[in-house]
């Protein structure tokens, strides 16, 4: 078992164990009256710390992590307040025990003593053993061994079963960059025997990259022209695995651009120089979708890998990095390994000695690819920076990119943060000259943005026409565009709450008067309630801002909507993607499948629909409602709204046909949806920044969300109280710039109760990183003898990002 120790212990390495004991192995330690497994991260500790006890055993055979990982290791557990031994233990592969046996050799030593002993010994007969068993599991109870081990005769080590090979490799023919294929020229020259050349070369030119099968059953002469034209220098064969993308297409791994646009030249050429300097830079790679960011981050890895260095590279999803690795694979070939929750714990555990062992030069991978155990790493990206995925939600709780950032630091080295949208906190470093900005504005291939309509929903519900799902607008719209035979998505967003508070005359949303947040109405005791400091009020009758009865809570979910549409529109047909209908394993393939092939004619849902897919036949898209993002509690909404509403404007019209979106709200005017209508960035984050400052949010605060959980009400309840209270102490009797901090709550969680459990919250904001730190190490030591009791747990969010 891993413990749940904040501190590192120090232990002495028995003679025989000396050389296995490397930093990265596990070992089995005695610990109080237990055996306990921890790793080694450190092997020349001061002596003078006493009686060290001794290891008993190195359960692996070879470093799972390098050295330089520790100190990183070290950082994340301290800053994210999390014990150091169970972070690494997040960090590995899962499955690590099944997939090494222990098996024994002899040393040096053992085998002289072999020679010397009376074969009648019983350690004759365990030596004679190990050295005929050699490479084999070791089958001798450990007290046989033990002994032996410990006189420094035999050396006991883990081996890792014998996997099967990689992922599949295919031969894949392409022309060769450069190369001027004769039908691409329009001089289709057939020669003697092969009049279905220029269809045969048709087909290569089109498609990038063919594999080689294929051509086979397409063309039976295939390998003679095959074998013809690669001797020509015009085709070229190379290896990749068959990747396909979520709706089971094959991705055709990209052919090399022959030239860089210059937005992508300078951009690059930033990088590479600190590439060359080895020193540490972040560059805020801002670049609307499909400006190329994709290559830059191609070559930028392509030079740390000539500088034989490896390359981590994030993304905030699966379904993106199945896409990337298969564009990868096509530039870099078989030195990629891919890292992410999706995969088996042995492939993940292969993936994973690959990197340790530096057989491969880039992984690419969700946010656990942070902890790449590379030994030589050169670069990091993240990809889609702004995504609250990189957020881990589940202890133990890190930003993703954050760390990024610290590792990166830690190792001298650049890290780039790529999106289209990038986090207020990014643009706010960038600005602030801590980050170096690098802009790549224009289109690649010039697409025009979508049309972008704002409906303001007050005026449809108040004159009584009934349209509170759906505008006349948007009707409209999706009949015309069924009738043309394209296709529409329809978004509605209810991820936690599926109700807004607000009026339906002025749109007015009750919002929390110390912290600008829009408070939650609680039905069972029906108030409105702010979660982040508690503030509490009736719900008003009359609307505070054009003093009519209009103050109304609204909610509607998808099963309502899909309801009203297949009654607008019997013909069509509609699937819903939402949590709930996607339970089953396989379901969202399946629903984007259908809709990718046309076999549905809209597809509605919550955000699962606006991530990064591709359909061009899609002209519409409709938000029903931006005010369920605006009225989230959360600090970031406004930021929410509008990355949620460019990403699902972005949906529209990405094939030849222009796109068009439509967005419903009450609050027409707010800023998050005016920029998002405008696609223009600037102007959202001077809003935003402006508003961050004056209420002392992040980036120009720090906080800290200590959540209380427990199974009984009352109990919950009176510990928050109590710790809340003496938090508050602490605040008075600590020095002067305590007193900068803040703590708010504690409150009930607006999820009061999840999976059985009744939760609390308290908020600690302060200016100072460093500050808050300080606190918190006091204020554990007060509650933790408080929590002692049972029942209640506590655990702390940095930088927390979901306060439910
Ligand atoms: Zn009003
Ligand atoms: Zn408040």
């Given at each position: 078992m891993?413990?749940?120790?904040?501190?590192?212990?120090?232990?002495?390495?028995?003679?025989?164990?000396?050389?296995?004991?490397?930093?990265?192995?596990?070992?089995?330690?005695?610990?109080?009256?237990?055996?306990?497994?921890?790793?080694?991260?450190?092997?020349?500790v001061?002596?003078?710390?006493?009686?060290?006890?001794?290891?008993?055993?190195?359960?692996?055979?070879?470093?799972?992590?390098?050295?330089?990982?520790?100190?990183?290791?070290?950082?994340?557990?301290?800053?994210?307040?999390?014990p150091?031994?169970?972070?690494?233990?997040?960090?590995?592969?899962?499955?690590?025990?099944?997939?090494?046996?222990?098996?024994?050799?002899?040393?040096?030593?053992?085998?002289?003593?072999?020679?010397?002993?009376?074969?009648?010994l019983?350690?004759?007969?365990?030596?004679?053993?190990?050295?005929?068993?050699?490479?084999?599991?070791?089958?001798?109870?450990?007290?046989?061994?033990?002994?032996?081990?410990?006189?420094g005769?035999?050396?006991?080590?883990?081996?890792?079963?014998?996997?099967?090979?990689?992922?599949?490799?295919?031969?894949?023919?392409?022309?060769?960059?450069?190369?001027?294929p004769p039908?691409?020229?329009?001089?289709?020259?057939?020669?003697?025997g092969?009049?279905?050349?220029?269809?045969?070369?048709?087909?290569?030119?089109?498609?990038?990259?063919?594999?080689?099968?294929?051509?086979?059953?397409?063309?039976?002469?295939?390998?003679?022209?095959?074998?013809?034209?690669?001797k020509?220098?015009?085709?070229?064969c190379?290896?990749?695995?068959?990747?396909?993308?979520?709706?089971?297409?094959?991705?055709?791994?990209?052919?090399?651009?022959?030239?860089?646009?210059?937005?992508?030249?300078?951009?690059?050429?930033?990088?590479?120089?600190?590439?060359?300097?080895?020193?540490?830079?972040?560059?805020?790679?801002?670049?609307?979708?499909?400006?190329?960011?994709?290559?830059?981050y191609?070559?930028?890895?392509?030079?740390?890998?000539?500088?034989?260095?490896?390359?981590?590279?994030?993304?905030?999803?699966?379904?993106?990095?199945?896409?990337?690795?298969?564009?990868?694979?096509?530039?870099?070939?078989?030195?990629?390994?891919?890292?992410?929750?999706?995969?088996?714990?042995?492939?993940?555990?292969?993936?994973?000695?690959?990197?340790?062992?530096?057989?491969?030069?880039?992984?690419?991978?969700?946010?656990?690819?942070?902890?790449?155990?590379?030994?030589?790493?050169?670069?990091?990206i993240?990809d889609?920076?702004?995504?609250f995925?990189?957020?881990?939600?589940?202890?133990?709780?890190?930003?993703?990119r954050?760390?990024?950032?610290?590792?990166?630091?830690?190792?001298?080295?650049?890290?780039?943060?790529?999106?289209?949208?990038?986090?207020?906190?990014?643009?706010?470093?960038?600005?602030?000259?801590?980050?170096?900005?690098?802009?790549?504005?224009?289109?690649i291939?010039?697409?025009?943005?979508?049309i972008?309509?704002?409906?303001?929903?007050?005026?449809?519900?108040?004159?009584?026409?009934?349209e509170?799902?759906?505008?006349?607008?948007?009707?409209?719209?999706?009949?015309?565009?069924?009738?043309?035979?394209?296709?529409?998505?329809?978004?509605?967003n209810?991820?936690?709450?599926?109700?807004?508070?607000?009026?339906?005359?002025?749109?007015?949303?009750?919002?929390?008067?110390?912290?600008d947040?829009?408070?939650?109405?609680?039905?069972?005791?029906?108030?409105?309630?702010c979660?982040?400091?508690?503030?509490?009020?009736?719900?008003?009758?009359t609307?505070?801002?054009?003093?009519?009865?209009?103050m109304?809570?609204?909610?509607?979910?998808?099963e309502?909507?899909?309801?009203?549409?297949?009654?607008?529109?019997?013909?069509?047909r509609?699937?819903?993607?939402?949590?709930?209908?996607?339970?089953?394993?396989?379901?969202t393939?399946?629903?984007?499948?259908?809709?990718h092939?046309?076999?549905?004619?809209?597809?509605?849902?919550?955000?699962?629909?606006?991530k990064?897919?591709?359909?061009?036949?899609?002209?519409?898209?409709?938000?029903?409602?931006?005010?369920?993002?605006?009225?989230?509690?959360?600090?970031?909404?406004?930021?929410?709204?509008?990355?949620?509403?460019?990403?699902?404007?972005?949906?529209?019209?990405?094939?030849?046909?222009?796109?068009?979106?439509?967005?419903?709200?009450?609050?027409?005017?707010?800023?998050?949806?005016?920029?998002?209508?405008?696609?223009?960035?600037?102007?959202?984050?001077?809003?935003?920044?402006?508003l961050?400052?004056?209420?002392?949010y992040?980036p120009?605060?720090?906080?800290?969300?200590?959540?209380?959980?427990?199974?009984?009400?009352?109990?919950?309840m009176?510990?928050?109280?109590?710790?809340?209270?003496?938090?508050?102490?602490l605040?008075?009797?600590?020095?002067?710039?305590?007193?900068e901090?803040r703590?708010?709550?504690?409150?009930?969680?607006?999820?009061?109760?999840?999976?059985?459990?009744?939760?609390?919250?308290?908020?600690?904001?302060?200016?100072q990183?460093?500050?808050?730190?300080?606190?918190?190490?006091?204020?554990?030591?007060?509650?933790?003898?408080?929590?002692?009791?049972?029942?209640?747990?506590?655990?702390?969010?940095?930088?927390?990002?979901?306060?439910?």
């Open positions: 891993t413990l749940s120790v904040a501190q590192t212990y120090a232990y002495t390495v028995p003679a025989g164990l000396a050389s296995s004991a490397q930093v990265g192995c596990r070992v089995q330690v005695p610990f109080g009256k237990r055996k306990a497994t921890g790793y080694i991260l450190e092997n020349d001061p002596e003078s710390r006493g009686e060290l006890k001794e290891i008993d055993k190195v359960l692996d055979a070879e470093p799972l992590f390098p050295p330089e990982l520790v100190p990183f290791f070290q950082w994340m557990a301290e800053y994210y307040r999390f150091i031994g169970r972070l690494i233990q997040s960090a590995l592969p899962g499955g690590l025990n099944t997939r090494s046996f222990r098996t024994a050799r002899l040393t040096p030593k053992g085998r002289e003593i072999l020679a010397m002993l009376s074969p009648r019983e350690e004759q007969k365990t030596l004679q053993w190990i050295k005929l068993h050699r490479g084999k599991r070791l089958a001798l109870p450990a007290d046989r061994v033990r002994p032996l081990e410990k006189k005769w035999v050396i006991v080590e883990a081996l890792e079963k014998k996997g099967r090979g990689g992922p599949l490799l295919k031969k894949w023919i392409r022309v060769k960059p450069g190369a001027k039908a691409a020229a329009g001089r289709a020259a057939p020669s003697p092969s009049p279905n050349e220029a269809e045969f070369f048709a087909r290569l030119v089109c498609e990038q990259g063919v594999l080689l099968a294929d051509l086979k059953t397409q063309f039976q002469n295939s390998a003679y022209l095959v074998d013809k034209w690669i020509k220098g015009v085709l070229e190379y290896q990749a695995p068959v990747v396909r993308d979520l709706v089971g297409n094959i991705f055709f791994p990209s052919p090399v651009p022959v030239e860089l646009f210059d937005q992508q030249q300078k951009a690059l050429k930033a990088v590479q120089d600190r590439l060359d300097s080895k020193t540490f830079a972040v560059f805020l790679l801002h670049g609307v979708t499909g400006s190329g960011k994709t290559e830059v191609l070559r930028a890895i392509e030079h740390a890998c000539r500088q034989e260095r490896q390359s981590i590279l994030l993304v905030p999803e699966i379904a993106l990095a199945v896409y990337m690795e298969g564009l990868f694979r096509s530039r870099l070939g078989e030195r990629v390994a891919v890292y992410h929750s999706a995969l088996t714990d042995k492939e993940r555990y292969r993936q994973w000695m690959k990197m340790v062992r530096g057989e491969v030069d880039l992984v690419i991978g969700a946010r656990s690819a942070l902890f790449a155990p590379f030994p030589r790493l050169g670069l990091i993240v889609e920076e702004h995504e995925a990189y957020k881990q939600e589940e202890a133990p709780r890190y930003q993703a954050d760390a990024a950032i610290v590792r990166a630091k830690m190792r001298k080295i650049p890290v780039i943060l790529g999106s289209g949208t990038p986090a207020v906190q990014s643009v706010h470093n960038a600005l602030t000259k801590r980050y170096h900005l690098l802009s790549m504005p224009e289109r291939e010039k697409r025009p943005m979508p972008v309509q704002v409906i303001d929903m007050k005026t449809r519900t108040a004159a009584g026409k009934g509170i799902l759906l505008s006349s607008e948007l009707k409209h719209g999706l009949a015309h565009t069924l009738a043309q035979g394209r296709q529409a998505m329809l978004f509605l209810r991820r936690g709450f599926n109700r807004v508070h607000l009026c339906r005359f002025c749109g007015q949303t009750m919002r929390c008067r110390n912290c947040l829009a408070l939650i109405h609680h039905l069972k005791d029906d108030c409105l309630a979660h982040y400091c508690g503030y509490r009020i009736r719900p008003p009758q609307c505070p801002a054009c003093g009519r009865a209009g109304k809570t609204f909610g509607f979910g998808t309502k909507l899909e309801e009203e549409l297949k009654s607008l529109f019997p013909e069509s509609v699937v819903r993607m939402d949590r709930d209908s996607t339970r089953q394993k396989g379901e393939y399946r629903i984007l499948k259908l809709f092939n046309r076999e549905v004619d809209i597809l509605m849902g919550t955000q699962m629909i606006t990064g897919y591709d359909f061009p036949n899609v002209t519409l898209v409709g938000v029903i409602a931006a005010d369920f993002s605006l009225g989230f509690p959360d600090f970031r909404a406004g930021e929410r709204t509008f990355q949620l509403l460019a990403q699902v404007g972005g949906r529209s019209g990405r094939g030849e046909q222009p796109g068009r979106v439509i967005i419903q709200t009450f609050n027409p005017e707010h800023y998050a949806i005016l920029s998002a209508r405008d696609h223009d960035y600037e102007t959202f984050y001077r809003h935003e920044v402006t961050r400052k004056q209420l002392n992040p120009f605060a720090y906080l800290a969300c200590l959540r209380i959980q427990g199974n009984l009400k009352e109990e919950t009176r510990l928050a109280q109590k710790i809340g209270r003496e938090m508050e102490h605040l008075k009797i600590g020095p002067q710039k305590t007193k901090i703590v708010l709550g504690p409150v009930e969680a607006p999820l009061s109760r999840l999976k059985g459990k009744y939760r609390w919250q308290i908020l600690v904001k302060s200016k990183s460093n500050l808050l730190h300080q606190y918190l190490d006091k204020a554990e030591e007060v509650f933790r003898p408080l929590l002692a009791s049972g029942g209640v747990s506590l655990s702390i969010d940095i930088d927390p990002y979901q306060m439910l």
